[in-house]
């Protein structure tokens, strides 16, 4: 009908869908200077001749009321329609337009329908039906130029103010429409003089009709506003369906004479053409808001994977400096150090890891965001679990004098399957925001495990953690698990950090399908409580494997040693010479040999040539890259029926669907890049002793 785009409303009356109403409305009056007659009084035949007067009159006037009735249903199912069409336009868009017009639409299809039951002579009223029925015609037509006036003033009104209504808008308007119509349903019905509508010898032979016609006129200019401030197929339609409505009203008033003449009849056509324009100008509407409702979906998902993507290079181009920095100050700790040098090192180490979690977190919440974290669920021991979440802050509540108390319920005791790995985590980001906002006193976890009251196997961990900190304000807890969030801005300027923490806690909770909560009272302490169904096992705690932390014991290197670390040949495949150089230094005096490749394709020749006991592969090299690569090494193990070679994926691609990648391909595990020294150690002796085995 119309295109999307804001026009002048001149330019909307030079529309093929404009000049096509135009012509429909006006070929009837043509056609009717022509000579045709478009009555339902027409000349029955010579057989008809033949009969009574009575009869034939009788003929006729059943005859014209059944193409009334059809013709009135027609426009009163029209109205209905468009009415519905609007209402589920608004369900979509949110535009108030698009109701208010539907409401205007429906009650004049009430007060449609009232006339045709009056002419149907259904709706028995005190006033005879000699004027009962013209005046609910008369009274209809009224009511709808009316009603599509006030709806277009409201419309307007929203629409200039820029802002989205009250919530109670629609049902004040719904409720204010609906009682004039049925005050003035029931008033004319039993009123017992209704004034005469219709008259045979004058010019004017309907002059109530002049009314609405007036009032058409009268919206006019204000449909165009709207069309301007809203320009979209259905306000369009409106201005597009003026033209039947001003033409039926000069029909009526200025040509009808007696009931079922051609203006007659004519008339109650255009009535259906009034009502159909903005049927298709709200189809149309609905259709276009739908397309954009799918690009807009469409842009959505290929922005989010741009976003992926970008996060992702990001993350590999900070990580690779940044395996120089921590790798070379991880060497640099092995050297003989004065106790000052010691200090600005844990300095430099520190930040560096901090550096490192900001990262994390960040791909934590972009994954969690496009729906593609995954959790590991396995069976673990959930003490073991709960006790190696707070071994890492230890040192850090001890600088600052706290007291770090772990208490663990006896309902605790006893394995489960879930995902421990990210329970530890959340754990951690509740004690380190503990003690990070804690200056003296001390910091309770606290765990017990609630079985489902319907019985079986299901429980629900509840986790508190409660400190003596600075507490939160009231007014802030709404908003504290926002992402980039925190209790206020004084809070980032004093204490820092990116407001992450929380978001993921209830993220990571809700993923696996609990919650969290807080309590707190400014200069009173925070104690967040968060609630996590597992399922328990009857396995005893020892036969299941405890959980390490992110950061293995301190004897891991130990554990490497057992493994005959310093009798290994290792082939690196790192085509970045930082990362060379960190390597050498952290592995060079460990191993046997180290040597090193460039890209894929020299990785496969060195394999072949030195047959290494282990293979530390990056992902992204020049010429061949890393997958391909392990794919290549596999197949020649199989072709060729020679042992398996221990390959570990050492790369700064740290998303679950890349460590996945690398896995499928061939690696046997995965250690993410900035490297730490203790964590690749136990991976090789973790993996070594699982070959031994």
């Known amino acids: 009908m ?171 308007v719904a409720l204010a429409f609906g ?16 004034p005469s509508t219709q008259f045979e010898n004058s010019l004017v032979s309907r002059p109530y009709d002049l009314f609405p016609l007036a009032i058409f006129l009268l919206a006019a200019p204000f449909l165009a506003r709207l069309y301007k401030a809203t320009p979209n197929p259905m306000t369009a339609s409106l201005i597009f369906a ?69 996060l992702a290079n990001m993350s590999h181009e900070i990580r690779t400096p940044l395996n120089g920095v921590l790798g070379m100050v991880q060497a640099l700790s092995e050297t003989p150090l004065t106790p000052k040098q010691t200090e600005m090192l844990n300095l430099v180490t520190g930040s560096g890891r901090d550096l490192t979690d900001i990262l994390n977190s960040i791909l934590d919440l972009s994954k969690m965001e496009a729906g593609k974290f995954e959790l590991d669920e396995q069976a673990f021991a959930l003490e073991d679990c709960l006790e190696s979440s707070i071994a890492l802050h230890r040192y850090a509540a001890t600088e600052k004098t706290l007291s770090l108390n772990l208490v663990i319920d006896k309902s605790c005791r006893h394995t489960c399957y879930g995902d421990a790995l990210r329970i530890r985590q959340i754990i951690q980001n509740l004690v380190a925001n503990a003690i990070k906002f804690t200056h003296h006193g001390s910091i309770t976890i606290s765990a017990e495990c609630r ?45 820092g950090g990116t407001g992450l923490g929380l978001s993921i806690i209830k993220s990571l909770a809700e993923l696996m399908g609990g919650s969290v909560r807080v309590a707190s009272q400014l200069g009173q302490g925070a104690t967040f409580t968060v609630e996590i169904p597992l399922v328990r096992l009857d396995a005893k705690p020892g036969e299941i494997p405890a959980i390490s932390a992110d950061l293995p014991p301190t004897d891991a290197a130990a554990g490497a040693n057992r493994f005959r670390l310093a009798e290994m040949r290792v082939l690196a495949a790192e085509d970045v010479k930082t990362n060379q150089i960190v390597l050498q230094a952290l592995l060079g005096p460990r191993c046997q040999s180290l040597d090193f490749a460039e890209n894929g394709e020299t990785t496969i020749k060195r394999w072949r040539d030195l047959r290494p006991d282990l293979v530390l592969m990056d992902k992204h090299m020049p010429v061949m890259d890393g997958l391909t690569a392990i794919r290549a090494i596999r197949d020649a193990e199989l072709q060729e029926k020679l042992p398996r070679t221990l390959i570990i994926a050492l790369s700064a691609d740290t998303l679950s669907h890349h460590v996945t990648e690398m896995l499928e391909a061939g690696a046997d595990s995965h250690v993410a890049k900035p490297i730490n020294l203790d964590l690749l150690l136990s991976t090789i002796n973790r993996e070594g002793v699982k070959r031994a085995a």
């Open 451 to 495: 079985p489902d009251p319907q019985g079986g196997d299901r429980e629900t961990l509840q986790l508190r953690v409660a400190d003596t900190g600075i507490g939160i304000a009231p007014k802030h807890l709404d908003r504290l698990f926002n992402a980039f969030t925190q209790a206020d801005n004084s809070t980032t300027r004093r204490f």
């Open 179 to 194: 009682l004039v119509a049925l005050s003035l349903i029931i008033i004319t019905a039993t009123v017992r003089d209704l």
């Open 242 to 310: 003026l033209i039947p409505a001003i033409a039926l009203e000069i029909h009526m008033a200025f040509g009808s004479r007696v009931l079922f003449d051609s203006h007659f009849n004519v008339a109650h056509g255009l009535k259906i053409l009034e009502y159909a324009v903005p049927f298709i100008g709200v189809t149309a509407e609905y259709v276009r808001q739908n397309a954009q409702l799918v690009r807009a979906r469409e842009d959505a998902i290929l922005a989010n994977k741009a976003k992926s993507a970008f």
């Open 2 to 172: 119309t295109s999307g785009t804001r026009a002048p409303v001149l330019d909307l009356i030079q529309t093929q869908g404009f000049l096509a109403v135009l012509a429909l409305a006006l070929i009837p009056a043509v056609l009717m200077l022509a000579g045709i007659d478009f009555s339902a009084m027409a000349s029955t035949g010579t057989s008809e001749a033949a009969k009574a007067p009575a009869v034939q009159d009788h003929y006729q006037a059943l005859r014209g009321a059944i193409i009334h009735a059809l013709l009135e249903w027609s426009s009163v199912a029209f109205a209905l329609i468009v009415a519905a069409l609007a209402f589920l336009h608004y369900r979509v868009s949110g535009e108030i337009t698009a109701p208010i017009i539907g409401l205007a639409m429906l009650f004049s299809g009430a007060m449609d329908a009232f006339h045709t039951l009056a002419a149907m002579r259904l709706i028995h009223a005190a006033a005879p039906d000699a004027d009962f029925i013209p005046f609910t015609w008369a009274l209809s037509r009224s009511f709808h130029a009316l009603i599509l006036l006030v709806g277009t003033l409201l419309a307007l009104r929203v629409a200039r103010a820029g802002t989205t209504p009250s919530p109670k808008t629609l049902p004040r």
